[in-house]
């Protein structure tokens, strides 16, 4: 057996999964792609003494840790991973290797699927933002929008208003319930009713929303949910149980239905922040590492009795 735990995926949850994997003196692999979620964002926050570090400085430092306890950490994808029995797995390593291993922990996160609106993909995670608690600070108390189009996206303008006075929710002509505009209008939330053109920038910096009757509403930040979208296909090809919204089913510990792969962080949880991914990762390590312990005294009696 080459490893005991294959982590595929090297953002916050594998990494802290594989720091308290290798800890255990545990043999790690890491296969990490190198295409973050929050590549794009220059800061991260809400992540306890590493509040405004720029992510891609606590991966470096992540990985340094990991290599510092004896794990390996490989850039690439696992493109094929496969069951071999009661003794693992073996995983295709985009650089050609094959290799085994007694358990494995996907952490390969999500995709964010944006509007089809002209300029709204240049500007994400500089001045078009999804997550209030994230970012939601350093735009306070400026002019701010958000981009609705789903039940959900009535809520949002309402969480965003806790960071500044003057928000503006777009919505489609007929969208709103009457409740809903009243609670919209009771807290100064203003509508803009119609669809969205393009979003217009100047100076780097975004500018305004220009509808499709050419009216233009200007706006330093823009809020909008994107549609979420695991990076689950090798769950999928393993068989693991996928729910109705097509989130793979864990337990409380990252446990899927098949035994040895369990799963941490947005691949399971789209609303996990950076400091919740890592701290999913390390739960799910520790529950690995109980199993593995299991496993190992079953092996060691079974030895112990073919002894006498």
């Known amino acids: 057996m080459d490893y ?8 916050a949850a594998g990494l802290s999964a594989a720091l308290v994997l290798t800890r255990a003196r545990r043999k790690v692999l890491v296969a990490d792609a190198g295409s973050p979620r929050n590549a794009p964002a220059s800061h991260m ?21 990991v290599e510092g306890y004896g794990g390996e950490i490989t850039a690439g994808t696992v493109t094929e991973l496969v069951p071999a029995g009661s003794s693992g797995f073996w995983a295709l390593l985009s650089d050609g290797r094959r290799v085994s291993t007694r ?42 929008g958000v981009l609705g189009g789903s039940p959900e996206t009535v809520r949002y303008a309402q969480i965003v208003r806790q960071w500044a006075k003057d928000v503006v929710l777009f919505v489609p002509a007929g969208f709103l319930t ?6 919209l209008v009771a807290r100064s939330i203003g ?31 823009l809020f909008v949910p994107p549609r979420f979208v695991p990076n689950n ?18 337990d409380g510990t990252g446990r899927t239905a098949v035994q040895g792969v369990w799963i941490a962080g947005n691949v399971a949880n789209p609303r996990a922040q950076v400091i919740t991914a890592a701290g999913e990762g390390s739960a799910a390590a ?13 092996s060691a009696v079974k030895a112990f009795n073919m002894g006498f």
Request: charged share 30%; aromatic share 4%.
């Open 45 to 65: 926050h809400g992540f306890l003494s590493r509040d405004g570090l720029p992510p891609a400085e606590l991966l470096s430092l992540g990985r340094k840790e």
């Open 191 to 221: 509508l803009v009713e119609g669809n969205v053109s393009r979003i217009l920038v100047e100076d780097d910096h975004l500018h305004g929303i220009e509808m499709e009757d050419n009216r233009v509403i200007l706006r330093d930040a």
């Open 4 to 11: 005991d735990v294959l982590v595929v995926g090297g953002g």
């Open 103 to 144: 358990h494995v922990l996907v952490a390969t996160g999500l995709k964010d699927e944006l509007p089809d609106v002209p300029g709204l993909a240049d500007r994400w995670a500089r001045d078009v933002l999804h997550c209030p608690y994230c970012h939601g600070y350093e735009v306070r108390d400026q002019q701010l």
């Open 178 to 183: 009457t409740l809903q505009r009243s609670e």
């Open 286 to 298: 520790i529950a690995i590492n109980a199993e593995l312990v299991g496993l190992d005294i079953r």
């Open 233 to 250: 296909d090798l769950l999928v090809g393993l068989g693991c149980d996928i729910d109705e919204t097509g989130w793979a089913v864990k």
